[in-house]
């Protein structure tokens, strides 16, 4: 089991296998230019195979993969089909945006995928367009969404950044939405890892104060104990027992740094032990370089003795990280 110096376990890894994206999200990627890395910076399928293979045996038990945006890499069905048959991660899961999830849902499940968390950030086309910066996409993530319910990815999860000026007064009909759809909708604070830099404390819609406009709107919810110990949300239900779920991340607010059990791995292969970590640990050249896997190994828990107490947020000197969360793999 992998542990750092704070005595956390560390057993869930975040695998961004691309750096690229059909959408723009205003909170997350720049309007221009693409600043896409070059391919061969890219970790292959194989080296991303072997890497999460060796953090597997060192105790990593739970996977996401994660992006940029992870269905637009081809092959990203094959690689989820190998991830299941290493047989060392308990649950397989993947962050995506939903554009092509409605084509894709059958396929990775029939690979092993478990879970799906479809990024949705309004669910009105027009202000939907002007967040991602696409045109009419809203519909093909609505679609999205139905077909990894209808096929049996469990739970969907859909998150929605919550951007004060954006779409905060969406609150109560994502609810709504969760209740009608037999959803987990969760609302996550917006942070300071977007590359345009429009971040501030002002746009930071604080959970208490979401918690409170859901109230206010007649959906009072009943807080639900979590999962385990290192989950991000905290979990509510609705008090009149309503379908649905609602979660609210917050990492701005109520920073849950304490019970981190997360590492990173980017799509060039360097670990990141925060979000907000001000280095990126190189594993790709090692891994080109031929090392064995107990090089490998001495590696990462070297890397992980290094893992930050937390992220900082909140200081006055806090110093925002020097990739964007399309670079880190959220
Ligand atoms: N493209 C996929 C998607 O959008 O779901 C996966 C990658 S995206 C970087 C992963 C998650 O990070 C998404 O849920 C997205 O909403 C979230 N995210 C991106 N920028 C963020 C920010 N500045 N603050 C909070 N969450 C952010
Ligand atoms: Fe792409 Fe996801 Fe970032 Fe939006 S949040 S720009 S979909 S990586």
């Known amino acids: 089991m992998l542990t750092d110096k704070f005595g956390r376990q560390i057993t869930d890894l975040r695998v961004s296998v691309t750096d690229r994206c059909n959408f723009r999200c205003i909170y997350c990627r720049a309007s221009e230019p693409e600043n896409y890395q070059p391919p061969e910076h890219l970790l292959s399928w194989p080296e991303l195979e072997r890497l999460c293979g060796i953090l597997g045996r060192l105790g990593l038990r739970k996977i996401r993969v994660t992006g940029g945006e992870p269905l637009v890499r081809p092959g990203v069905e094959e690689f989820i089909a190998r991830l299941a048959a290493l047989g060392l991660y308990d649950d397989i899961a993947i962050t995506t945006n939903g554009y092509t999830l409605a084509e894709k849902a059958p396929t990775l499940k029939a690979a092993g995928l478990n879970r799906v968390n479809v990024s949705l950030d309004s669910l009105r086309p027009e202000r939907f367009d ?19 319910q209808a096929g049996g990815l469990d739970p969907v999860k859909v998150n929605a950044v919550i951007v004060r000026g954006f779409n905060d007064d969406e609150i109560s009909d994502f609810a709504r939405f969760a209740r009608h759809r037999g959803l987990v909708m969760r609302f996550i604070e917006f942070m300071p890892l977007d590359a345009d830099h429009i971040w501030d404390r002002t746009r930071v819609v604080p959970a208490a104060e979401m918690r409170r406009g859901l109230e206010a709107a007649g959906l009072p919810l009943e807080e639900l104990p979590r999962h385990y110990a290192s989950e991000t949300a905290l979990r509510y239900r609705f008090a009149d027992g309503g379908p649905g779920e609602i979660g609210l991340v917050a990492p701005v607010s109520e920073p849950f740094c304490g019970k981190c059990s997360r590492i990173r791995l980017t799509a060039d292969g360097k670990i990141r032990t925060c979000l907000f970590s001000q280095f990126d640990h190189d594993l790709r050249g090692l891994l080109r370089a031929g090392a064995p896997e107990s090089e490998v190994t001495a590696e990462v ?20 990280p020097n990739r964007t969360m399309v670079f880190i793999g959220g």
Not at 130 to 146: D, N, P, Q, S
Not at 303 to 308: D, G, N, Y
């Open 130 to 148: 002007r967040i991602t910066r696409t045109r009419g996409a809203l519909k093909r993530v609505l679609a999205g969404i139905e077909a990894a």
């Open 301 to 320: 828990e070297r890397i992980v003795e290094m893992k930050e107490d937390g992220h900082h947020i909140n200081d006055p000197d806090f110093v925002p």
